[in-house]
């Protein structure tokens, strides 16, 4: 089956510093892939909307300036939270779908900011 | 700030036992659902999806029932095993078709099989 993979899978940073999470979509051309946030316990709730080529669309609250999102190509998306803060801690986690094809999950990358 | 952290709905069962969870949705337009396993740490993983214009699908051990007057969905597991415990998501989405549209996830519940 499809595989999507994103990496890191977990990452440890100082407030204040920025990191990007890759999504990668590796047997199949993702024209749009979906970021979600989860908090423990919680549901996964959609952040973006990223299509090949254009700009996110940004689901309502989430800063477009502090989430940026890249889908440069077919089969990669990137999320980088700039200058992340302890609030942004959470499991982040991509899905990538072809046009017309069911949507498949990464690994999710557990964001740990100190 | 923090996120105010809520309660997951649980389910305890023993090895053996067949498995009923429950899903209310509430936009009217979904017209596909799909049932997503999520073990800690790691992403969703699909399980069954139903369409609007079916009210029943059996997968291998699992069954899915849609009752779109009362905009309900449940995912029934057979013979339940320990490696079924995990946290389940219903997820819904107005795809028009065959395509995915941006999927909306239901709450989860946890689902704990003894031996």
């Known amino acids: 089956g499809a595989v999507v993979s994103q990496h890191p899978s977990w990452v440890i940073c100082k407030s204040g510093t920025s990191v990007k999470i890759e999504c990668r979509s590796l047997?199949?051309?993702?024209?749009?892939m979906f970021w979600y946030r989860q908090f423990p316990k919680q549901s996964l709730m959609l952040m973006a909307t990223?299509?090949?080529?254009?700009?996110?669309?940004?689901e309502q609250g989430v800063e477009k300036d502090k989430f940026l999102i890249n889908h440069a190509s077919l089969t990669l998306s990137t999320l980088t939270v700039t200058s992340a803060h302890p609030e942004d801690s959470s499991f982040y986690i991509c899905?990538?779908?072809?046009?017309?094809?069911?949507?498949?999950f990464g690994s999710g990358t557990q964001l740990s900011v100190l | 700030g923090e996120s105010v952290g809520l309660h997951l709905p649980t389910l305890s069962v023993q090895e053996g036992d067949n498995s009923i969870i429950n899903c209310a949705y509430s936009?009217?337009?979904?017209?596909?659902f799909i049932w997503y396993k999520q073990e800690s740490g790691k992403g969703p993983q699909f399980i069954i999806d139903i369409r609007s214009n079916m009210d029943k699908r059996q997968g291998q051990r699992v069954t899915v029932l849609l009752n779109k007057t009362v905009k309900h969905l449940s995912l029934q597991i057979a013979a339940t095993q320990p490696g079924d415990s995990a946290v389940y998501f219903c997820a819904e989405t107005a795809a028009g078709g065959t395509s995915y549209g941006k999927l909306t996830f239901g709450q989860g519940t946890i689902l704990t099989v003894h031996p």
């Open positions: 936009n009217s337009a979904s017209d596909y």
């Open positions: 990223s299509n090949e080529g254009s700009k996110a669309t940004y």
């Open positions: 047997d199949f051309q993702a024209t749009t």
């Open positions: 899905s990538a779908s072809a046009t017309n094809e069911k949507l498949f």
